[in-house]
């Protein structure tokens, strides 16, 4: 499992009109290459009368299955082009439909890559991309004459707070980054003066969505 990696906030579409020509761009997360094929069935039954239905997309951790079709396109002028924003992007577990209704002017090979290519980075700036990071659940038991003093650290932390249990002790749930469960025990043995007792819990993906400028909102 890979500790980070970025793909589209679920799913979402964007139009475009190019010399009256209209490319509506689709995008959706998908996690299998059978969630993939799915999408772009469910798009070309959609838009059955559309001129052209071109789609790629890029699954799996290693992105081992990456797939373009161009639709009755001139080859390479749209498939590719999708396929190469996905990957320029950094976008894993991702499938794209660009649609396209022709209006009548014909575009030429880098007109079409362009616009291909254009309307997929508009879907994506429309749907949004998100950081999915892989975390612990740490389970950190605590006397309560403890449990003010942790809270405060905890907000002043970079693990995240689920939840707090009170029962006989205080039990916080917190996240910490899969591979620093070590630096995570250490520091909360040094908030607690070596006082709590952590359990570790499953791992997880967060998601956090990123703004346009590439940082987290």
Known sequence: MLNTYYTVNYEGEKE??????RFIAHIRRCETEEEAQQFISEIKKKHKDATHNCSAYMIGEHDLLQKANDDGEPSGTAGVPM???LKKRGLKDTATVVTRYFG???LGAGGLIRAYSGAVSEAIEETGIVERRLMREMHVTIDYSLLGKMENQVRQSDYPLKTINYMEKAELVLY???GKEEEFHQWTADVTNAQATVAEGGLFYMESVLSNDGSKE
Request: charged fraction near 20%; proline fraction near 7%; glycine fraction near 6%.
């Open 16 to 21: 475009l009109v190019i010399q009256k020509s």
């Open 83 to 85: 396929l190469e924003v």
């Open 104 to 106: 009548g002017i014909k």
């Open 176 to 178: 910490a980054p899969h």
